[in-house]
């Protein structure tokens, strides 16, 4: 029977203790979003998927094919490929592949580039069912924001 009594009084104790907790944070502010109505704010230090510079003059890419950032790449994601110039010096870039499904966001192949060429994105929003859709061709997606520009 004292057990009995003890279990009660602990439970008691347990249900006050939580109804306490409960009722000091009802008067908080509230600090949840609405995901789709409202657009989170970005920290300076949010790292998306990588993405091209271009230049700011002509609008091409700054890679010159050095391939530094697909050897520095652990996870083997990037893929890029280039031909070289018509009566110039080194090569022009045609493909550049990302694989996102791969990346780990380590940051080693921006690191490693030692021409300004890439750089972490700001797109947080990259929801798919089709795997495809993180396949992304950086070369592209750098003139269609050319092009947007203009």
């Known amino acids: 029977m004292n057990g009995y009594w003890s279990d009660i009084f602990i439970g008691s104790k347990s ?28 920290t300076p230090l949010f790292r998306g998927h990588i993405e091209l510079i271009g230049n700011e003059e002509t609008g091409a890419p700054n890679c010159v094919v050095c391939g530094m950032c697909q050897r520095a790449c652990p996870s083997e994601c990037i893929s890029l490929d280039g031909k070289k110039a018509e009566g110039g010096k080194g090569k022009v870039l045609i493909s550049y592949m ?50 947007c520009k203009q």
């Open 15 to 42: 249900l006050v203790t939580g109804l306490l907790i409960t009722a000091r944070e009802f008067f908080k502010p509230v600090v949840t979003e609405q995901y789709p109505y409202e657009v989170p704010t970005m």
């Open 98 to 147: 990302l694989d996102f499904t791969k990346c780990s966001l380590c940051g080693s192949c921006v690191e490693s580039c030692n021409f300004n060429a890439l750089r972490f994105s700001k797109e947080y929003n990259l929801a798919s069912f089709d795997k495809n859709d993180f396949i992304m061709d950086l070369l592209k997606r750098l003139e269609d924001q050319n092009r």
